[in-house]
């Protein structure tokens, strides 16, 4: 079993929908955690991180984290076509945004106009 | 001011032959590090170099693969006799305590071993 586990997809959305994206992990030194967002032929980049429980906005995005429960999350409002791209969440052991990361699968996201 | 660049951009090699991709990082990033990207196996880290300190190297899948930083700044990861499970996407990410630690990621080097 992988430690970060993540819905592969496809999801397809109509634009202005919100989109729900998933992932469960299994190891609790776990602490920081992120979501990169990857476009076709180019590396990952940061959308959001978060190192506590509860919910953090930036713009359209929110992210979520239930460490109780082991599972983050991250929603999209307003969806638009730009934001179809591969969604990437990634943890870091210990209590710093240092080290390497372990990544989920990736989900693909589709926003059809 | 310039991100992280990686060298070559798509490289295709046969089975058995040595190759070697190169990674510039963000002027003035202190940690550097490598992963690899499969459609089978997602995003995997293989090794990370943090100033001068030794690296974690507990990623590499053999040691068939080595990487180096020469100077603290570019570094090279040298894959030998490769082989047709090594095809991948190679990406570098380099990061600062100053940014937070946020990784930054290069393009990628997208190796295919026939």
């Known amino acids: 079993q992988k430690e970060v586990e993540q819905d592969p997809g496809p999801l397809s959305v109509p634009e202005g929908a919100i989109v729900s994206l998933n992932c469960t992990y299994s190891?609790?030194?776990?602490?920081?955690f992120m979501w990169y967002r990857q476009y076709s032929r180019k590396g990952p980049e940061l959308l959001m991180y978060?190192?506590?429980?509860g919910n953090k906005e930036d713009g359209r995005f929110t992210a979520q984290v239930d460490k109780s429960s082991k599972y983050i999350s991250l929603f999209i409002r307003d969806s638009q076509p730009s934001d179809s791209a591969t969604y990437l969440c990634?943890?870091?052991?210990?209590?710093?945004?240092?080290?390497?990361?372990?990544f989920g699968q990736g989900t693909i996201l589709t926003v059809h106009p | 001011g310039a991100g992280v660049s990686q060298s070559p951009s798509n490289k295709v090699t046969e089975k058995g032959k040595d190759v070697e991709l190169r990674c510039d990082p963000i002027?003035?990033?202190?940690?550097l590090y490598w992963y690899r990207q499969s459609l089978g196996q997602g995003l995997e880290f293989l090794i990370y170099?943090?100033?001068?300190?030794?690296?974690?190297k507990s990623g590499l899948p053999s040691d068939r693969f080595s990487a180096e930083r020469t100077g603290g700044s570019v570094s090279t990861l040298t894959i030998q006799r490769t082989q047709q499970e090594d095809s991948a996407v190679y990406l570098c990410?380099?990061?600062?305590?100053?940014?937070?630690?946020?990784?930054?990621f290069g393009p990628g080097t997208r190796l295919t071993v026939l």
């Open positions: 170099f943090q100033g001068n300190s030794a690296p974690d």
């Open positions: 002027s003035g990033h202190t940690a």
């Open positions: 190891n609790s030194a776990f602490q920081y």
């Open positions: 978060t190192y506590s429980s």
């Open positions: 990410a380099s990061s600062s305590e100053d940014t937070s630690n946020t990784q930054y």
């Open positions: 990634a943890m870091v052991s210990g209590g710093t945004s240092y080290g390497k990361l372990t």
